[in-house]
């Protein structure tokens, strides 16, 4: 079956860094677009970052663009989030997703991973 599992996320200081990764299994990994999405309390979830299942176009949110990459390593069947100059606001559960299209909501997401990021 489908499993998706974050890892990385943590406590940092505003202005710090720090790096997820989704790790897939259960299906053809390279032939999926995935997205990282993420969801503060009292909050929609919403989408942060995404990446195409061959070409490796990228998308971002205005909110985190010049701040965050993703990547995407087929062989390890994982994607990353580098997220660098972290504020506050980026404070919040992250998800990844699995989908056919970086523009199309997933429909399958991992467990989460929590970012919470002090001032």
């Known amino acids: 079956q489908v499993q998706l599992v974050e890892s ?3 406590l940092v200081q505003s202005g710090g860094s720090l790096r997820l990764s989704c790790a897939a299994s259960g299906f053809t990994f390279s032939a999926y677009a995935m997205i990282w999405y993420r ?4 909050k929609e979830r919403e989408l942060v970052a995404g990446i195409s299942s061959l070409s490796g176009v ?3 949110a205005d909110s985190v663009k010049g701040r ?3 990547s995407r390593d ?3 069947r994982t994607i990353y989030l580098e997220m660098n100059s972290l504020k506050p606001e980026d404070t919040a559960a992250y998800y990844c997703g699995r989908s056919s299209g970086v523009e199309i909501r997933p429909n ?3 467990q989460g991973t929590q970012v919470t990021v002090s001032s």
Request: proline share 5%.
């Open 8 to 10: 990385g996320g943590g």
């Open 39 to 42: 969801q503060a309390p009292g």
């Open 58 to 60: 990228t998308k971002y």
């Open 68 to 70: 965050f990459t993703i």
């Open 74 to 76: 087929n062989a390890k």
């Open 108 to 110: 399958y997401w991992g």
